[in-house]
């Protein structure tokens, strides 16, 4: 991989889909489209059921968030399984209960969206993925945000909170974003205590809660005391930790009940944001195709701090996401190493949090990170 | 004709005790059960929509009610239509793509999707006739082996598709290679069903007309009424359960054929998603008569089909209408108490 020009592929910013996004992103504007607003039903669909702790209930949240908007009526499937049958779920929402806008919110629907789509014109279909590329149906939408900025968050609380210096990762699959969130947990970590360590497994599945619970037993046994599951549910890792008596940090949606002692905060998807395309497809205004961003364009939360997080640490997380927000703060910058002491980025270099191409492109793990990411770099 | 008579009341009193039982169920949940019983009409056949999505869950549940109801025929209690389905859609895919140089060869594509069909009716008769050799032969339950067959055909299909046969280039799922566009199969013109739903007719039509009008069939009756009896006249008892177990699981098998020419295009996990559980529902409902297979299958892919609007209508769980195919597989088990119990169907005594 070449790291010399990193810094230009600003340039490569300047011409993606992102920035047009942004700007039209202003034309959503509410306010003045409010007056106009007309009845309107929406639909989700969830691979599983909504309250899973996870994934779904993120999107539920979301949904139920949407569902204030003036004139929205909401509709709901759960356990809708990514074939052929999820398309006879959306046809069937839009044909016998007119669902105008739809919400298949889990990532393997996109196939099947980019076959009903072309079918129903008068129809949104809004997915969250950030899949869509030049050339797919006007009426479909992809979002995503960027979820290592919350992580690298808490990182921070966990940097802070750590005992032993040893702090503990669990990744469902060897993908890039799920090396994004473990990188920005790390950074952030050692941005506040640059000998922190973090042991970083990988169990291969999405939803498998005996390996999940080992995992974090096993960490625990090491001497992990702050731990971050990144798989659909992470709810087994938070509750044994916080019967193990370590701290945890959340993913996905709210999870600070699951551990009254031990949560300090979390990383949260914020598909709320949806409301601003159902808004648009309400008025007639205009909006945006692929949507990606993190505390900037608002894509992205923090779950509330546990009751374990003193306030001096609340107060240095809360900059660090002003950080974000302002952009002041960059999550990859230089110098940096990864874990096999490669250089990734030399001192002075920076990456600008929206550098899609070096984020999708991430295969490394970076310094302090105790474990290997299983892929040819 | 009485007995048919017969069957067809008592049938119609269990359906009707099921929906009696569910209104209790959907009460008890306060929800109206008129209101819910007019959408699962609406989400099932109240609309063309509606029809296309019930026939299209009926089609595999035809073929898999076929696995149980011509086993059942010879005596045997078969449950493994899953693992035939899965089974036949495995070897569908290999033979999809066995036939994908079929084009540069000069032959037309529908050679591969003849082929594709066979292989998967071959791999699920196979497959089920496994268990039928192992009852005829060491005396194995087969209610017990293809009830495990099952879990060995979806670990098997899982590991293929996450392992040798996995495609890399699709990284959402765990998926086989595609077999060719051209093997694939469309929808049937008029009705927009995939052919799914005519191999399924066709093949409950073939399995009534063997049973019924020849001497195999007759055979099975025999063996299936009395197994000693069967030995005594000397009936090949072995071949005649092999061919049924094997007749049985071609038909799931070729299930799993249809699902990957009409629907999926490659095996995946999706191809194990209960069609074959619900095939004994729909057989047992059909009490192992090919002819009503035709007519349970739609009626049970239309409670399937308007699952999803019941739970939106009525914020019901998902599971409301497996609560329901239950109720009505329970009161169908019931019901065969009453035969042979009311007067009306029983034969006349004649006066002397």
Redesign the interface.
């Known amino acids: 991989m070449d790291h010399s020009k990193r810094n230009s592929r600003r340039k490569f910013l300047a011409d993606s889909g992102n920035v047009i996004a942004a700007g039209s992103l202003a034309a959503l504007l509410p306010g003045l489209a409010r007056a106009q607003a007309k009845p309107m039903t929406i639909g989700f669909l969830y691979t599983g059921v909504r309250q899973d702790y996870g994934w779904n209930q993120a999107h539920g949240v979301a949904a139920r968030q949407i569902a204030r908007l003036d004139g929205v009526k909401l509709l709901e499937q759960e356990n809708v399984p990514e074939t052929a049958e999820s398309e006879k779920v959306m046809e069937s929402m839009i044909r016998l209960d007119g669902a105008r806008v739809l919400f298949p919110t889990s990532f393997g629907f996109w196939p099947f969206i980019m076959k009903v789509a072309p079918k129903f014109p008068e129809v949104l279909f809004v997915h969250a993925g950030g899949l869509w590329k030049d050339g797919d149906p006007k009426n479909t939408i992809g979002y995503r945000g960027y979820m290592e900025e919350p992580h690298y968050l808490s990182g921070i609380a966990a940097g802070r909170m750590s005992k032993t210096g040893k702090i503990g990762f669990i990744g469902a699959k060897p993908l890039y974003f799920i090396f994004n969130n473990c990188n920005g947990f790390i950074l952030g970590a050692r941005s506040v205590n640059p000998k922190i360590t973090c042991q970083v497994l990988i169990t291969g599945d999405w939803n498998n809660p005996v390996k999940e619970a080992e995992a974090v037993n096993s960490l625990v046994d090491q001497g992990v005391d702050v731990i971050v599951g990144n798989t659909d549910s992470p709810k087994v890792v938070i509750e044994t930790a916080e019967r193990r008596g370590i701290y945890s940090c959340g993913y996905h949606t709210d999870l600070s009940a699951l551990a009254p002692k031990g949560f300090l905060t979390g990383a949260e998807w914020n598909w709320g944001k949806g409301a601003d395309f159902v808004r648009a497809w309400q008025t007639g205004g205009t909006y945006p195709n692929l949507l990606r961003g993190g505390f900037k364009r608002d894509m992205v939360k923090l779950s509330p701090f546990g009751a374990a997080v003193p306030e001096a640490v609340r107060a240095e997380v809360l900059r660090a996401r002003q950080g974000f927000a302002d952009d002041k703060l960059a999550l990859y910058r230089g110098p940096l190493k990864d874990n096999e002491g490669n250089v990734v980025l030399k001192a002075g270099e920076t990456i600008d949090n929206e550098d899609n191409k070096f984020k999708f492109g991430v295969k490394f793990l970076v310094e302090g990170a105790i474990g290997k990411t299983g892929l040819a770099r | 004709m009485r007995e048919r008579a017969e069957a067809a009341a008592i049938t119609a009193g269990a359906l009707l005790a099921a929906l009696a039982l569910f209104a209790l169920f959907l009460l008890a949940n306060g929800r109206d059960p008129l209101a819910v019983y007019a959408v699962l009409w609406?989400?099932g056949f109240g609309?063309p929509?509606?029809l296309q999505?019930t026939l299209?869950q009926a089609a595999p549940l035809m073929l898999t009610a076929l696995c149980t109801a011509i086993p059942a025929r010879a005596g045997l209690l078969v449950i493994g239509g899953e693992g035939a389905l899965v089974a036949g859609g495995v070897f569908a895919v290999l033979a999809g793509l066995g036939t994908a140089g079929l084009a540069t060869a000069g032959l037309p594509a529908s050679v591969g999707t003849v082929a594709t069909c066979a292989a998967g009716a071959a791999g699920g008769a196979a497959w089920i006739a496994m268990a039928g050799a192992l009852k005829h032969l060491r005396g194995v339950n087969e209610t017990i082996s293809t009830l495990l067959l099952n879990y060995i055909a979806i670990a098997v299909l899982n590991h293929l598709v996450s392992g040798p046969m996995r495609d890399p280039a699709v990284s959402?799922?765990a998926t086989s290679w595609a077999i060719p566009q051209a093997t694939m199969v469309g929808t049937i013109p008029g009705i927009g069903v995939h052919w799914g739903f005519a191999f399924g007719v066709i093949a409950c039509l073939l399995a009534f007309a063997l049973l019924r009008f020849t001497v195999f069939g007759f055979s099975v009756d025999v063996l299936g009424g009395n197994a000693r009896a069967a030995q005594l006249v000397g009936l090949p008892i072995g071949r005649l359960t092999l061919i049924a177990c094997a007749l049985g699981g071609g038909g799931a098998g070729l299930a799993g054929a249809a699902e990957i020419i009409a629907?999926?295009g490659a095996a995946s996990s999706?191809l194990a998603?209960g069609f074959g559980y619900g095939g004994i529902l729909v057989a047992f409902l059909s009490r192992q008569n090919p002819l009503a297979i035709i007519f349970f299958a739609i009626l049970v892919g239309g409670i399937s089909?308007s699952g999803?609007?019941m739970?939106?209508?009525f914020?019901l769980?998902?599971a409301a209408t497996q609560v329901l195919q239950g109720m009505i597989f329970l009161c169908v088990l019931a019901s065969n108490a009453f035969y042979g119990r009311i007067r009306l169907f029983q034969p006349r005594a004649v006066a002397e």
């Open positions: 609406l989400g609309t929509f509606s999505a299209t959402l799922k629907v999926h999706s998603v089909a999803g609007l739970q939106r209508r914020d769980p998902d």
